[in-house]
Every structure is written in structure tokens, then in C-alpha cells.
């Protein structure tokens, strides 16, 4: 990924036209903003059409972003935004896969594919509030209005979330014992 200083050039460039400079955004923030709708959809698939759309939407909307601020935060909020649209305009994302994609197992610890698991095997409505909160560093006023929920509801569903999610993590912390 690009230094903050390289991303300030690139963006000058982009908001000028230069198309190689948006080409070589786009292929170092396709992990973050992919991530970043992965991490709501659990979809591979839908993962993928979200994070083309958001960067697509990202780089035409250069001349809004701060250069004094990261790039990467302010595209991973976009392909979230996007992926929290495609979640509630397609229903069929709410029965998910318990485990997360094989490229994340490569390049992450054993303990973060375990949680990513853990996470994955939340109710739809659990999962967001927590990845958003959590792994997008929203606040919970924040996750409330992309969701336009109450702030008690999504922190009510965080609180749950977060007790599931560690009495998850408990049960496949026994079971590998049994295991062993």
C-alpha cells in the first residue's frame, strides 16, 4: 500500500486525469475496501461487485476526500456503505458461510481466522453492528445512522454480538481440546 505521501501524489494526479494514477489506487486499496465489504456480506461473490462499485465510486469522488487524512479508512467506510446497500436490498446474504475466504487463512493467524469464523457464524444483524463497530472503527452513533437504527439498539446488538462471540470462541476453544 502506498505511504501517506505517495497516496497525497497519486490523488493529485487522479483528480487530474491521469489514469495510471488510478489505476495504481485502485490496486492498492482493492484489499482494504474488499476487505471492508467481505467483512459485512460474507459473500465472495457480492464481495467482489461491491468493492469494483465502491472504488468506482471512490476514485470518481477524489475531489471530496481530505488529502489530509489517510485514503484507506475513507475507502473502506465507502465499500462498507456499499456493502451495507447490498445487504439490505439483497436478503439471501443472511444465510452465510461459517468460515472465511482460504486467501485470508494464508495471511492471517490461526487466532484471527478463528474469530473471522466466530464472526461469520453471528445473525446478519449481530455481525454488522460488530464488524462495523469493531474492524471499520465505527462508533456506535456511526453504525446507528448507516444503519438508521436507535444508538440502544445497535448497542443492545453489539453487547449481544460481543457475549456470543466470546461464548463462540469458548465452545471452539473446548472442542479443540476434546480434540487434542
Known amino acids: 500500500m502506498p505511504t501517506r505521501s505517495d497516496d497525497a501524489v497519486l490523488v ?3 483528480r487530474a486525469g ?5 489505476a495504481r489506487l485502485a490496486e492498492a486499496y482493492w484489499p482494504v475496501a474488499w476487505k471492508a465489504a467481505y467483512g459485512i456480506l460474507f459473500d465472495r461473490a457480492a464481495s467482489d461487485d461491491v468493492t469494483q462499485e465502491a472504488l468506482e465510486r471512490a476514485l470518481r469522488s477524489l475531489d ?3 488529502e ?3 485514503l484507506a479508512p475513507w475507502i473502506s467506510r465507502i465499500a462498507a456503505n456499499r456493502a451495507l446497500d447490498e445487504l439490505r436490498r439483497n436478503r439471501r446474504l443472511a444465510e452465510l458461510p461459517a468460515d472465511p475466504p482460504s ?6 493467524s490461526e487466532a484471527h481466522v478463528a ?4 464472526v461469520a457464524r453471528l445473525a446478519p444483524e449481530k455481525r454488522v453492528v460488530l464488524v462495523l463497530h469493531y474492524w471499520l472503527d465505527y462508533t456506535v452513533r456511526e453504525v446507528a445512522e448507516a444503519l438508521d437504527l436507535p444508538v440502544g439498539t445497535v448497542a443492545a446488538r453489539l453487547s449481544r454480538a460481543r457475549a456470543e462471540l466470546r461464548e463462540a470462541m469458548q465452545d471452539d476453544e473446548e472442542e479443540e ?4
Open 18 to 22: 491521469d489514469r495510471e494514477a488510478v
Open 12 to 14: 493529485r494526479l487522479a
Open 64 to 66: 471530496r476526500f481530505d
Open 103 to 108: 486467501d485470508w487463512a494464508e495471511e492471517a
Open 115 to 118: 474469530v473471522a469464523a466466530a
Open 177 to 180: 481440546e476434546h480434540v487434542a
Open 68 to 70: 489530509a487524512r489517510p
